[in-house]
């Protein structure tokens, strides 16, 4: 079972990596879709970018222990935000990938909290 849980938080954390360094890199790059959200919601343009050096960031953080809780955190607060987003856009299945992102933040941050500890 420990094994399962040790490769499971791994898995997650790969998976998160890899949508968030994709997503941030093409919001810092000015990719026009992934921007367009933001206009719809009447945020500045800066705020696409913003948010793409947090993705970003989140993600580099995520494979450092000590950070991982605190990037995680913090992804799913952005991921609350996009989820948000697509609830009040349909459609809805738009934003599943949001979702599954939020629920693999929490994950992570429920599994690596107690590293966040020894930060203080």
């Given at each position: 079972?420990?094994?399962?849980?040790?490769?499971?938080?791994?898995?997650?954390?790969?998976?998160?990596?890899?949508a968030?360094?994709?997503?941030?890199?093409?919001?810092?790059?000015g990719?026009p879709?992934?921007?367009?959200?933001?206009?719809?919601?009447?945020?500045?343009?800066?705020?696409?970018?913003?948010?793409?050096?947090?993705?970003?960031a989140?993600?580099?953080?995520?494979?450092?222990?000590?950070l991982?809780?605190?990037?995680?955190g913090?992804?799913a607060?952005?991921?609350?935000?996009?989820?948000?987003?697509?609830?009040?856009?349909p459609?809805l299945?738009?934003?599943?990938?949001?979702?599954?992102?939020?629920?693999?933040?929490?994950?992570?941050?429920?599994r690596?909290?107690?590293?966040?500890?020894?930060?203080?």
């Open positions: 079972m420990d094994s399962i849980k040790r490769y499971g938080i791994w898995v997650a954390i790969a998976i998160c990596v890899v968030f360094a994709g997503a941030g890199g093409a919001k810092l790059a990719v879709m992934v921007h367009e959200a933001f206009a719809k919601m009447g945020l500045p343009g800066w705020f696409g970018y913003f948010i793409g050096a947090c993705e970003l989140g993600a580099i953080g995520l494979l450092i222990r000590p991982s809780a605190w990037a995680a913090g992804l607060i952005i991921m609350v935000g996009a989820t948000y987003f697509h609830i009040t856009n459609p299945s738009e934003g599943v990938p949001a979702i599954v992102l939020l629920l693999l933040s929490i994950f992570i941050f429920t690596r909290r107690e590293s966040m500890l020894a930060l203080r």
